[in-house]
């Protein structure tokens, strides 16, 4: 039985990493800025404000806001949740990989193909998130052939160019090469399901809306509250900015899931994963796996 740590209070209130405060503060300090100038002028020059607004409208709008967000966000999660499982297939077609090629393969030969798993891996990080893609790969796997436009293409282009000379040799069958062209075509389908996702965002106009609506909402709601909430009405109007800029930055960061921000997926530690099962396949000692640092949640 696995027994996670739970957060008390205190964690859950002050904790900053991982959270989306920092992101959001600026704005919240405009809103709380502007609705506190609104209760002081009403309360200055109440003629100004002969005739109260109301929370009424504010309800109907804060409710179709929220079924917006909403929306956006369950979209938002659909893109970082199945990024998660084309790199969760990856890290098990690397793992299904390195338990066939020792045991049909030559030991060097098998070396050879079982560290490109490795680059394949690196490289595909690093075009992810618009790094050295050819330095990625030339780190794990120096002898790559990166003539093409796509270096980590051409660590797959390798192997199946690998394993097709020793089928020829009648060093493998054709039945073994087929299983093994099989797990390559399966990491070929990841890098393009990971490029899709990475090159195919959500239609713009869609967080253009929920911004505007947001900031519209949030800088009219103290017309309506000011008159019975006096000066509570920063605190309220802060609580609801925080709830929908909060929301929208999450969905900023899970839209783009292969990003470096604390929310994205942890690239590092699953290219770690496949590194550790490399390394245990080729007898190597194996790197230490990565943890998540400064989070209450192990």
Not at 28 to 52: H, K, N, Q, T
């Amino acid at each position: 039985m696995i027994v996670r740590t739970r957060p008390n209070l205190l964690t859950l209130l002050f904790t900053l990493r991982g959270s989306v405060l920092p992101r959001v503060a600026p704005k919240l300090a405009g809103i709380v800025a502007v609705s506190c100038a609104l209760v002081w002028a009403e309360a200055r020059w109440p003629a100004l404000f002969p005739v109260s607004a109301g929370v009424t409208p504010f309800t109907v709008v804060g409710l179709a806001l929220s079924i917006f967000l909403s929306f956006r966000n369950n979209a938002c999660y659909e893109r970082w949740w199945e990024a998660r499982k084309h790199w969760g297939s990856l890290i098990g077609e690397v793992r299904n990989l390195a338990r066939i090629l020792p045991a049909l393969l030559p030991e060097g030969e098998a070396g050879i193909q079982l560290r490109r798993l490795s680059a394949f891996a690196h490289g595909l990080r690093a075009r992810l998130q618009d790094r050295d893609e050819a330095a990625a790969v030339r780190a794990k796997a120096p002898d790559a052939d990166l003539s093409g436009p796509h270096p980590t293409d051409a660590v797959l282009a390798a192997i199946t160019r690998d394993l097709a000379v020793l089928t020829h040799a009648g060093r493998l069958s054709d039945i073994q090469f087929g299983i093994l062209e099989a797990r390559i075509e399966a990491l070929s389908g990841v890098h393009t399901a990971c490029e899709r996702l990475a090159n195919t965002p959500l239609p713009f106009a869609y967080t253009l809306l929920v911004y505007r609506t947001a900031w519209l909402y949030c800088l009219l709601l103290p017309v309506g509250l000011a008159g019975s909430l006096g000066w509570g009405t920063p605190i309220v109007v802060a609580l609801v900015g925080y709830t929908f800029f909060g929301l929208d930055a999450l969905g900023d960061e899970l839209e783009e899931p292969f990003g470096t921000e604390p929310n994205d997926l942890p690239l590092d530690a699953m290219v770690r994963t496949v590194d550790r099962i490399v390394h245990h396949a080729l007898g190597e000692p194996m790197p230490e796996p990565l943890a998540p640092e400064g989070y209450w949640l192990r």
